[in-house]
Nanobody, 121 residues
Framework: QVQLVESGGGLVQPGGSLRLSCAASGRAYSIGTMGWYRQAPGKQRELVATITSVGTTNYADSGKGRFTISRDNAKNTMYLQMNNLNPEDTAVYYC???????????????WGQGTQVTVSS
């Protein structure tokens, strides 16, 4: 069984920073593209950023210049460094990964349980 576990959320003042982590545990043949998504109250889940297995990144406009996504393939862990946070960044942040459990099997989507980020003074 593969699991994704996020950590690093919390309460931060406007202009502050947080670093989120997402660790994949369990047996997996390969981990492909990973990404961060977020969902604010009353809104749909939206893309924050993605990173491929070779490090190619993609950002939503909302985070460009403020957020940095990265991953450590040796640790099966992904990160999201968030700087200059503002109240509009308040949401539950979810980790996603495309994981192949077996060499001959399909690649499936896995999601973490989410971590709350609250930006408020």
């Amino acid at each position: 069984q593969v699991q994704l576990v996020e950590s690093g959320g919390g309460l931060v003042q406007p202009g502050g920073s947080l670093r989120l982590s997402c660790a994949a545990s369990g047996r997996a043949y390969s981990i492909g593209t990973m990404g961060w998504y977020r969902q604010a109250p009353g809104k749909q889940r939206e893309l924050v950023a993605t990173i491929t297995s070779v490090g190619t990144t993609n950002y939503a406009d909302s985070g460009k210049g403020r957020f940095t996504i990265s991953r450590d393939n040796a640790k099966n862990t992904m990160y999201l460094q968030m700087n200059n946070l503002n109240p509009e960044d308040t949401a539950v942040y979810y980790c996603n990964a495309r994981i192949k459990r077996l060499s001959f099997g399909p690649e499936n989507d896995y999601w973490g349980q989410g971590t709350q980020v609250t930006v408020s003074s």
